[in-house]
């Protein structure tokens, strides 16, 4: 049924949610039963019960904006932070309790590309050593060196790696593992070997090897590195993994030298090439 417009000049209850003497009258004045009347007060009432006192606050909690009491439509919104919109670049960001971003600038980026160094060759005339200069590897962290040697004689060679002017030997620690065929052996030495070198000689291959290895400071300080090779014979594959250590703590590596123990077996064409790792 439809009840008379009161022109919110009159309340149809009273504090308490009662309807009022007012109300109940307009009700009886529009001849409806007592029957009619209790069921329309029962549906207001369930109905006014169910609504929120306007006195009501919606309170803004930790990193929003917004609220208040319910006497008119409210908005509840996170709160803005003073970070710029926009993309970042390896960002370096700072992160509230409310996980929200309250600072962020563009980084500088990870390691994970390569940048050339340099490298060196023989040429001219075969010689005992190739050695790369201008280095920095308290400042470039870690470097990755490629050599790619030839012998130039009939007779077999280890080739040591030196940092610096350091060429003494016992001043570095190996660890060697070797493979051939069915034949692995194991050897730890105070030396700088870093490969083998293979005579040039058809009865013993071609007298080329090619290997990489990684330079940077363990934990003790040290420099160090691994290295892997492999060469083919005329019927066995001989693989070599060297653990080579700098005694010499604290010191910077400025420089590399690959020496051969035959005089000049480098041949013609030997390289070693240096990036490091940016």
């Known amino acids: 049924m439809t009840i008379q417009n009161l022109d919110n000049r009159f309340p149809i209850t009273d504090n308490d949610g009662k309807p009022t003497d007012y109300f109940l009258r307009l009700i009886r004045d529009r001849g409806q039963s007592q029957t009619d009347t209790d069921a329309t007060i029962a549906i207001l009432q369930e109905t006014i019960l169910g609504k929120a006192d306007k006195s009501t606050t919606i309170s803004a909690g930790a990193g929003l904006s917004g609220g208040g009491d319910l006497s008119s439509n409210r908005t509840i919104k996170l709160a803005d932070t003073t970070v710029t919109p926009g993309s970042y670049t390896s960002a370096n960001i700072t992160v509230d309790q409310q996980g929200r971003l309250t600072a962020a600038a563009n980084g500088s980026g990870g390691s994970g590309s390569l940048s050339f160094v340099g490298s060196t060759s023989i040429t001219g005339s075969a010689a005992s050593t190739l050695t790369i200069t201008g280095l920095d590897l308290n400042t470039d962290k870690r470097y990755l060196v490629r050599a790619q ?130």
């Open 149 to 278: 040697l030839k012998n130039a004689t009939t007779t077999g060679a280890n080739i040591s790696l030196f940092y610096n002017s350091d060429t003494t030997a016992t001043n570095y620690n190996r660890e060697s593992l070797t493979a051939n065929g069915s034949t692995i052996t194991g050897t730890r030495s105070n030396d700088a070997f870093i490969s083998g070198l293979d005579s040039n000689a058809a009865s013993t291959g071609s007298g080329n090897t090619a290997f990489e290895f990684w330079i940077e400071n363990n934990v003790d300080g040290h420099p160090s590195t691994k290295a892997t090779n492999s060469r083919s014979g005329n019927s066995n594959i001989l693989w070599q993994m060297f653990v080579h250590e700098w005694r010499t703590a604290a010191t910077n590596v400025t420089a590399i030298t690959l020496s051969s123990s035959v005089s000049n077996s480098l041949a013609i064409g030997s390289t070693v090439s240096i990036w490091k790792l940016t």
